[in-house]
């Protein structure tokens, strides 16, 4: 039997101001998968995350969160839905302690991760509890913006460029957070620059450019398709 849908996006178009930053995408991501948007700068993909929490001036077309039309919904409704977002700016609060930062948000879903658990899968973070947001290393503070929503009990995970300035080896910790996430049944859609994290997380890859999804790519065809995908990502 195949897992149920968990997104399921139709003909979405956002805009800012006059701005028509999303013109057509269509994506689909079943419940426990982990999907990427790939793309340029300014192609769409972060567009596409805010899009899906309503954080955008307008949007038209459809956006199903497990079986539940959301388009016309507020933010902090779609939030309830269980979904959680990770954006590039992280929004740590520097005057919290790392461990103060965790207990803030307010739970979106059954089972939010304890503290217990998070500190498992964090060890970093469990070391610097009682360290302002300030001090943390910019890996930390990645860790703790992912760890924050996995209290939450959301179990659909919005990841804005979570490795971008990271050094290697915090790098390959995150890659070794999704592979778990994913063992626990959660589902992920990435916006990666890095291809070279992405490419083995991923069940597909949707290559977004000028705000239409261009290409889907599962990751079997990722050898097949690697010259097609250098020329859309410009590498």
Known sequence: MSEPTMLRIRDLHAWYGESHVL????????????VTLLGRNGAGRTSTLRAILGLVGKRTGSIQVAGKETIVMPTHRIAQLGLGYCPEERGIYASLTAEENLLLLPKVGEGGMSLDQIYGMFP??????????????????????????LRTGAKLLLLDEITEGLAPVIVQKLSQVIRELKARGFTLVLVE?????AKHLADRHYVIEHGRVVEVIASS??????DRLDALLGI
């Open 23 to 34: 013109q057509g995408i269509d994506i689909d991501v079943k419940a426990g998968e982990c």
């Open 124 to 149: 970093n973070l469990k070391e610097r509890a009682s360290s302002p947001g300030t001090r943390l290393s910019g890996g930390e503070q990645q860790m703790l913006a992912m760890a924050r929503i």
């Open 193 to 197: 620059q890095n291809f070279r994290f």
């Open 221 to 226: 065809e990722v050898a097949a398709k690697q």
